[in-house]
Each structure stands twice: as structure tokens, then as C-alpha cells.
């Protein structure tokens, strides 16, 4: 005897992909190839994952994330350009048992927001950072960022970036690991599903140092702009792993005992 | 509550913890910095937050974000720190959080010194920061009036979801007076419906001065405008010293206030019918009042520790009503009653012509040709 | 009715912390009063010099051009706001650390070696209290034993082994005090 299998319809089909939770319907604004939206599913996946959606609150910068608080399904504030770990500091330190992060590009945190982002770490605020580098000015129109590299052409750098007038890019990551209040430094790309992986991972680690007071927490994220760099989406992804990575190079930088052991 | 006597920038520190202060964050400045540091002090032992910043920008982003939480949460510091923490006093107003803000002002611009000064009148009422919006500014005269109006502070800036500026000079941050405190008041439990806290059980909330869109901007703007009016119309606030039939009247605010209210009695004493308007509100300014006196009046006095910026305000109130002087020291300088009773017994014996500039004789006095 | 107070001397000799003490005696007697210092960058050594106005009423400026009453601690103090005193004031000068008499005719002068007096008791520190004594004598609005009083109650407890010693100052202040002019 036969039993007919039962006919296919869309009830049995296994969900394989979807939003999390903790991401608005809200389509974004991002160019095509930027890797904003990455970074996004990547925090929205980590707070599902570890259940502090309902306990998240988010700090959108100045920058082309200021509407970050759009896509994210989670209490969100805007802070003025550079001050968001300021801003972050004020609500921790009213609701210490919140999960309170800061998502941040490199003219907002590197250039701006120098003193507040060192002083947060200086001073271990259990916050997390989420730390967009893509080498350029986005929201602004492609203007030099402190991590525009030596060369790279920008409008506010048309002949290339000249150290000798303009400096030297600087390596947030390298720096923030010298402080004793960090308690969680790396730096990842976004570049490729391998990169995004690792990505993924620190992000939990760095939402795992707060989770445990551990201290403050950063993981810098190399990352696309195709419409200010002049490139094609696969263009730009391969200029990052061309020349970003070895400008920038990815690892850990700061690490706490309490985390190294923890598996994710 | 038995009377202490107390340091004016402690007392208004204690009466914030009293009026349920739950997060302070500053920058040492002097002359505010016993401020910072009774909070330093007594903040943890309430089990509340207290942090020093690297900066004044940080320190009123700190307050920003504590604010969005729906904390009562207050900074303070003096004239230059106010200028760095312009940018985020306007970001507090366009998001529409509370906060309260203390300015013991000293001598300036720039570094100036840490002597007792109004110079941030038109800083703090006309210009603290970028954009469409009206902090309320409350300008106590003496160590009690500063504890009583600190309690009020929060009140109001929760009431119309504002900034409200307590603004001192040195010398009342810095003198001891007998203080009655008020009773400490229980820590608020419930928080505002707009209030960030994480989105447990409803749905996501966000603050931001951000709006794209400037027919939704403008709409913001006017609902900050229209709260502004009820303040206006709620919170205008002054007093009165012998004006009832006073046919001449020194108007000062603040320090200048007190020191107008001995040259007042002095002249009173001589004879001279004066009186002394002093205004508490600045923002509101009590326009109403004034515009009233200037009807009976036979001519004014401004006084202040400026070159004249309230004076402008009067000189609006009045609309040209009554002839006006003006008498200021600056730089830190601090006037003596002895200098404002002889601008009074000049007031009377040869009032001022109508078109006479209010500046003119005191300028002439103090930079003779 | 007011009274105006004008301490002054080096920084370091309790110039501040007198005037705190005839701050609390005026607030504990029922009085309005205010104690205004004059603050700077300098923190030792340099002048120090504090007003303390008495009164019955709203006190309105909490400095004045010419005090009924000027305590100084030294020579410099008595140069520079000798002068200033109202006709009919009353002047407390430390004799120790002056070069010359008090000058003025038309005010009550008090002149004690302050220090001397604080060192034969045991502690040049009490020069202040010594000098206290001396002005409570001639004092309209405050007593020596209100004086007293404000010590006991608003010097921190942890500092209350030192109350007979500043006593025993006000007192010894208060017998020496002669008037010279």
C-alpha cells in the first residue's frame, strides 16, 4: 500500500531567510553595494539571537547611518555628529541594565568624535560600538575621512590624499586596545560572505563583553562606499581587500580573558 | 527644616538631589566647581549617577542622553563651557527632552577671569544654540531664591519638555547665605510615555532632532513654539521692592538686583521716591510688568553686571514709553551700592531726555574722553 | 539695621573660616546674613579677605564700598582698607604683623598682638580666633559666648577636640583687647 505524499503547497515549505526581528520592515536608503545594510542584518541578527531586542537601545550617528534608527526594531536616539558615545554614556549610566550600543562612521568617530570615543573607552563604558570604516565621507558627498588612505582621491582631496599636507589615516582599533578600559577591540571587513561571517561573530562578542560588564567594546568594520569611491559594487569589494586590508588589517586587538574562552 | 548656612553653588547642588536629580554629569569650571563636587560627593552615596566628563560638549551630550531616558539629569558649568555646549543644548531642545542646565557666570568673552559677571545674558536668553527654540532662564539673586528655583527648574523643564537654565553669577555660587532646603523628594518611578527604555512589550520608540522633511520640521518648530507660549503666559516670574509710588525704577536681575535693592533703601532714605523691579524669569522676560511700569514711571535704571544686554529687553518693554539709563560694570567687575545711589540721585535730580541713548552718560563716566 | 564685616589678611591665617564663624553666630541669633570671599586662582599664601553682612531684613548687596567693621590679619590688609571703614567703624588690626598704628581718628581702634597671644597658647593657628575675641568685645549685634556657640555647634564633630583651644582664644582674645584709639 501507497500513501500518497501529501501535496505541496506553501504551508510546507521550510523558511529558510527572513528579517529579524529585530529590523523594521523599512526598506533603507543605502546605495547599491554599500555595506550599511550588512551591518545592520548583522546587530539585528546578534540581538535576536542573544533576546536583547526589547532591551536594546541604539544610538544612530551623524553620517549615512542617521536614520538607523528606521530600520532597527529597537529603542533608538540620534546624537549629534561624534557624540554618540557621549549620548550612550548619559542613558547606561541612568539604565545600566540596558543594552546600549553606538553605530558610528569613521568622520564621526575618528575625526569629531575623537575625545569621546577614547574617553569612553578610557573609561570602560559597558557600551558597544559598531565602527563603519569606509575610508570616505558618505552622507556629505565623498569628502576626506581621517581614515582616507594615503592617495585616495576625494573631493576634499582631489589629488589624492597628501600625508604630507593632509596625514596619515588613523587606526582606531590599534589605538582604543591601548586603553584599560576596553574590554573587546577587533577589527573585521564586510567585504566578503567569509569576512561577514567572522563579522558576525565579533559583533556577539562585543555584545557579550557588555551583556557581562565586562567593559567597552568596539569592532570596527571595514567597509564600501561604490557611489563616493566611483565603483561598481564589485569594484568596491575588491578594492577593500586590496587596499583597505592591508592599510587597515584585520584581527584582534584587545580581547578579555572572559571572552576568549566563550565559544559563539 | 532648621536654616544652614551654605556655599550658593553647594546648596543648589544639594537642592537638585533633593528635588529628585537621578544623573548629573559635568566639567570643572570655576566658579561652578563646588558644584560638581558635592554632587561628586553625595550622588553615589544616593545610589545615582554622577561622572565627571572629558568635556563640556560630552558632558551635555551625557545629559542629552540621559534625558531621552526620561531621568531628571542636570549639568553645570560656567560662560565658556556654555559655548561648547551650545551645539547639544540645541539638540536637547529640537528632540524635546527635559533637561535642566546651571550657568554661574563669570568674566569674559573668552577666558576672561572666574570673577562674578552677567555676560551670558544674551548668550543664555537669546542665543543657546543653533535653530527655532526658547530655553526658560530663571536668575536667582540670593543662595535661597537659587535652591528654590533649582527645585522649580525640573518641574518646568518636564512640564514643557525644554531646557531651563538656572543662571547665577560667581559671587551667589560662590557666598554663603542661611538656606532652608526643602524636604528630599521621593525618585520618580514612572517614566514619560516618550521616554527610550528598550522596546519591551510595545512598540519602538525614537527621539531625534532629525527631520528630513522640512514641512514636518516646521510642524516641530511650531509645537515648540506653542509650548514656549504657555510658558510664557505660566511662568514669568519677578519682584518688587518699594515700588508703589516710586515715580523713578532701577530694574537689575540677579547679583546687580540685590546690590540696586542697598542703593534702593539708601536712596529712599535721602528721600528719592525709588523702587526696584527685579526680574526672575529672564525667559519669559517680564515684558507685561514692565511695559505697565513704564507708563508711571518718570525714568528708569537698568542695572547690571554687563554692558547692557538686558537693558535691550526693557528698552523692548517699554516701547519708548520712559526715558532710560543704563549703569553696568564688567569683566567681573561687581558694582557697589554706593555707585547705583549716585546714579539714582542723578536719575532724579536730572532725568534723562527722551531721545537721550541709555549708555551715553555711563559710558562717558567710565571711559572719559 | 546693618552691620558690615571686612576680614582680611593672608591666605592661610583662617581669614575665611573667622567670618564663618560670625556667619553662624549671626544666622543662629535669628539674622539674615551673607558671607562673600574673595576667590581667586591663588590658593595659599596669597590675600584672602571675606565680608560678612549682619542684618535684620533682605540684605541686598552682599558687598559694600565701606564696612562698618574691618578685622586685618596684617600690614598689607590695614593699608589697603583702612581707609574704606565708615566714620564711627570700628577697626581690629593684628598688632604682630603691623609696622605702624592704626591712623584713622574718627573710629574705634582695637590693636592685639594676635599671634603672640596664639603662640603663648600653644597654637599660632588660633591667631584668628584670638583676633574674633578681640572684635566680639565691641560687636553690637553678637556676643563672645554666641560666638562661642556657633563653634561648638556647626564645627564638624570630628574637629571638636579643638573647641576648648579656640575658647580658650576667643577668651584670651577678648581680655587683651585694647582700644588704642
Known amino acids: 500500500m501507497t500513501v500518497a505524499a501529501p501535496p505541496k503547497t506553501k504551508h510546507n515549505l521550510k523558511l529558510i531567510y527572513q528579517k529579524p526581528e529585530s529590523l523594521t520592515d523599512s526598506p533603507t536608503h543605502y546605495c547599491p553595494g554599500c555595506t550599511h545594510g550588512v551591518a545592520h542584518r548583522l546587530v539585528a541578527e546578534v540581538l535576536d539571537e542573544m533576546g536583547l531586542r526589547e532591551k536594546a537601545i541604539g544610538i544612530a550617528p551623524v553620517g549615512c547611518a542617521v536614520l538607523a534608527y528606521e530600520y532597527f526594531n529597537i529603542d533608538g536616539v540620534e546624537a549629534a555628529h561624534g557624540r554618540a558615545p557621549a549620548m550612550a554614556t548619559g542613558i547606561k549610566r541612568v539604565l545600566p541594565d540596558r543594552v546600549v550600543f553606538t553605530y558610528q562612521g569613521d568622520g564621526d568617530l575618528a575625526s569629531i568624535g575623537m575625545a569621546e570615543i577614547l574617553h569612553a573607552a578610557g573609561r570602560g563604558e559597558r557600551i558597544t560600538v559598531i565602527f563603519i570604516n569606509n575610508a570616505i565621507y558618505g552622507m556629505t558627498g565623498g569628502q576626506m575621512a581621517p581614515t582616507t588612505l594615503p592617495e585616495q582621491v576625494t573631493t576634499s582631496s582631489p589629488r589624492g590624499r597628501d600625508v604630507a599636507t593632509q596625514g596619515f589615516p588613523i587606526r582606531m582599533s590599534e589605538i582604543l586596545a591601548q586603553m584599560d578600559g576596553a574590554a573587546y577591540v577587533v577589527r573585521r571587513s564586510l567585504h566578503d560572505p567569509n569576512n561577514i561571517r567572522k563579522a558576525k561573530k565579533a559583533i556577539r562578542l562585543a555584545f557579550e563583553a557588555q551583556v557581562r560588564g565586562l567593559g567597552f567594546a568596539m569592532v570596527e568594520l571595514l567597509s564600501t562606499c561604490p557611489t563616493n569611491w566611483g565603483m561598481t559594487p564589485i569594484e568596491a569589494m575588491n578594492w577593500v581587500r586590496d587596499h583597505m586590508v592591508p592599510a587597515f588589517p584585520l584581527g584582534d586587538y584587545k580581547v578579555a580573558p572572559e571572552l576568549q574562552k566563550l565559544r559563539v | 527644616m532648621p536654616r544652614e548656612l551654605m556655599k550658593g553653588n553647594v546648596a543648589m547642588a544639594e537642592a537638585a538631589i533633593r528635588a529628585g536629580l537621578e544623573a548629573y554629569f559635568g566639567y570643572p569650571i570655576t566658579p561652578q566647581s563646588e558644584l560638581l563636587e558635592h554632587m561628586a560627593k553625595r550622588m553615589p552615596e544616593e545610589g545615582r549617577a554622577f561622572l565627571q566628563a572629558e568635556s563640556e560638549v560630552a558632558a551635555i551630550n551625557m545629559v542629552y542622553g540621559a534625558a531621552c531616558t526620561g531621568a531628571r539629569v542636570m549639568t553645570s558649568t560656567s560662560g565658556p563651557g556654555i559655548s561648547l555646549m551650545a551645539e547639544g543644548i540645541s539638540y536637547i531642545a529640537g528632540t524635546e527632552v527635559p533637561a535642566v542646565i546651571v550657568d554661574v557666570m563669570r568674566g569674559g568673552p573668552g577666558l576672561g577671569n572666574i570673577a562674578p559677571s552677567q555676560g551670558d545674558y544674551r548668550q543664555v536668553i537669546h542665543g543657546a544654540g543653533h535653530g527655532d527654540f526658547f530655553p526658560i532662564v530663571l536668575a536667582p539673586a540670593s543662595v535661597q531664591e537659587a535652591v528654590d528655583l533649582i527645585g522649580e527648574a525640573f518641574d518646568i523643564a518636564e512640564k514643557y519638555r525644554t531646557v531651563v537654565f538656572v543662571v547665577a553669577d560667581g559671587s551667589i555660587g560662590q557666598m554663603m547665605e542661611p538656606v532652608e532646603l526643602p524636604e528630599p523628594r521621593p525618585l520618580r518611578r514612572e517614566r514619560p510615555d516618550w521616554a527610550v527604555s528598550g522596546a519591551a512589550g510595545r512598540p519602538h520608540r525614537t527621539l531625534t532632532s532629525l527631520y528630513l522633511k522640512p514641512e514636518v520640521e516646521e510642524r516641530i518648530n511650531l509645537r515648540i513654539l506653542k509650548r514656549w507660549q504657555e510658558a510664557e503666559a505660566n511662568e514669568v516670574r519677578y519682584r518688587e521692592y518699594y515700588l508703589d509710588d516710586a515715580e523713578f525704577v532701577v530694574l537689575g536681575f540677579g547679583t546687580a538686583g540685590r546690590v540696586a535693592l542697598s542703593a534702593v533703601r539708601a536712596a529712599r532714605e535721602e528721600g528719592i521716591r525709588v523702587g526696584l523691579f527685579r526680574p526672575v524669569s529672564l525667559r519669559p522676560f517680564p515684558y507685561q510688568a514692565i511695559r505697565d511700569l513704564a507708563q508711571r514711571a518718570k525714568a528708569f535704571l537698568v542695572v547690571e553686571m554687563n554692558g547692557g544686554q538686558m537693558l535691550e529687553d526693557v528698552q523692548a518693554a517699554a516701547q519708548g514709553q520712559v526715558p532710560m539709563r543704563f549703569y553696568g560694570r564688567m569683566g567681573g567687575m561687581v558694582p557697589f551700592p554706593d555707585e547705583v545711589l549716585e546714579e539714582i540721585r542723578t536719575l532724579a535730580a536730572d532725568p534723562p531726555t527722551p531721545t537721550e541713548n541709555p549708555r551715553a552718560r555711563w559710558l562717558a563716566h567710565m571711559m572719559p574722553a | ?181
Not at chain 3, 599664601?45 to 531684613?57: H, Q
Not at chain 3, 548687596?61 to 583702612?82: G, I, Q, T
Not at chain 3, 590693636?111 to 578681640?134: C, F, P, Q, S
Open chain 3, 1 to 181: 539695621m546693618q552691620t558690615e564685616i571686612l576680614i582680611a589678611g593672608f591666605g592661610g591665617q583662617g581669614v575665611l573660616f573667622a567670618g564663618q564663624v560670625l556667619a553662624y553666630a549671626a544666622m543662629d541669633a535669628g539674622y539674615e546674613v551673607t558671607w562673600f570671599p574673595s576667590y581667586g586662582p591663588e590658593m595659599r599664601g596669597g590675600t584672602a579677605n571675606c565680608t560678612v553682612i549682619i542684618a535684620d531684613e533682605e540684605i541686598g548687596s552682599p558687598l559694600v564700598a565701606h564696612p562698618k567693621v574691618l578685622m586685618a590679619l596684617n600690614a598689607p590688609s590695614l593699608d589697603r582698607f583702612e581707609p574704606q571703614v565708615q566714620p564711627e567703624g570700628l577697626i581690629v588690626a593684628n598688632a604682630s604683623l603691623l609696622s605702624r598704628p592704626v591712623e584713622r581718628q574718627d573710629v574705634t581702634a582695637i590693636t592685639l598682638k594676635a599671634n603672640h597671644i596664639a603662640e603663648e597658647l600653644g597654637d599660632r593657628r588660633m591667631a584668628n580666633m584670638v583676633m574674633l575675641g578681640a572684635l566680639s568685645t565691641h560687636l553690637p549685634v553678637l556676643t563672645l559666648e554666641q560666638i562661642k556657640a556657633a563653634l561648638r555647634d556647626h564645627l564638624p564633630k570630628r574637629k571638636h577636640h579643638l573647641l576648648e583651644a579656640n575658647y580658650r582664644a576667643l577668651d584670651t582674645g577678648a581680655a587683651r583687647a585694647r582700644i588704642v584709639a
